[in-house]
């Protein structure tokens, strides 16, 4: 009898410790899995834009439960807005996925060359490669007939002029929304547009593309090019260039899908 008591207290502690040591693995692996989840979104406008352009997208991953960061480039230089981006990316703990809409594609190329960035998306947007400039690329690309970037002003900055703002830059949006953008319009420094890129961050990293169909500033078959380069997922919707604006949720929903895989 007294035999087997001390065989069922060694049966019993040795379950304890097997419950003990099941239950510190699931901790582990729980604790592993909250750190590798990505929760953090660092948004990143583009010229002619500002930051308020964000607002929509903005709003609807903060209900998903997404901590944003909304990049205010200053549109001064390439290495300038790089710099902010990655100031932003900096201050924010966890891994992230980067958003660019249009010239702040290039932006994101550079700097998503961040060990804490595991995803980048693309937004009617540019993707050099290594060595190229913004200049090559827009001359490479098809025309946009339709496009109101005006001359480098006196100071030597890029403004995208009133008669074709609406038309050639966010036709899908209202007159009275138009005309906010085109008044909180960021110019854009003429040398951004000479400026080589560095490493290219799409090259190591999980990238997805959003295109408008209608975009008369970035034409589609152009964003096709760069998203097929890039190897990047491509979704296409009939849309302006500011399709961020114009379809807010369909570009949230896919930043959500970006970072709910680089959860896995």
Not at 108 to 133: C, H, M, Q, R
Request: charged share 25%.
């Amino acid at each position: 009898m007294k035999s087997f008591l001390q065989n069922k207290k060694v049966q019993t502690a040795f379950l304890k410790k097997i419950i003990l040591i099941f239950l510190l693995i699931v901790s582990v692996s729980n604790l592993v899995y909250a750190q590798n989840k990505v929760k953090n979104i660092v948004l990143v406008h583009g010229a002619f834009a500002d930051g308020s352009g964000w607002e929509g997208v903005y709003k609807l991953l903060k209900k998903k439960g997404f901590n944003i960061s909304i990049v205010a480039n200053p549109n001064t230089s390439f290495a300038e807005d790089v710099a902010a981006t990655k100031r932003t990316i900096d201050r924010m703990d966890g891994p992230i996925i980067l958003v660019g809409h249009s010239y702040g594609g290039a932006i994101i190329t550079d700097a998503g060359n961040s060990e804490k960035v595991v995803g980048l998306v693309y937004i009617a947007a540019f993707v050099p490669d290594e060595g190229e400039t913004l200049l090559d690329l827009l001359q490479a690309g098809p025309p946009a007939k339709n496009s109101g970037i005006e001359p480098p002003s006196a100071d030597e900055f890029v403004w995208y002029g009133k008669a074709k703002f609406h038309s050639g830059f966010c036709a899908d949006l209202s007159k009275e929304k138009a005309d906010f953008m085109y008044d909180s319009q960021v110019p854009i420094a003429a040398s951004a547009f000479q400026e080589k890129m560095g490493k290219a961050a799409w090259k190591t990293k999980s990238n997805w593309y959003i295109l408008g169909t209608d975009d008369e500033t970035l034409p589609a078959e152009g964003a096709r090019f760069m998203a097929k380069r890039a190897k990047s997922k491509l979704t296409e919707i009939k849309s302006s260039h500011v399709v961020y604006v114009s379809h807010a949720k369909e570009v949230a929903d896919i930043i959500a899908l970006a970072a709910q895989e680089k959860s896995k």
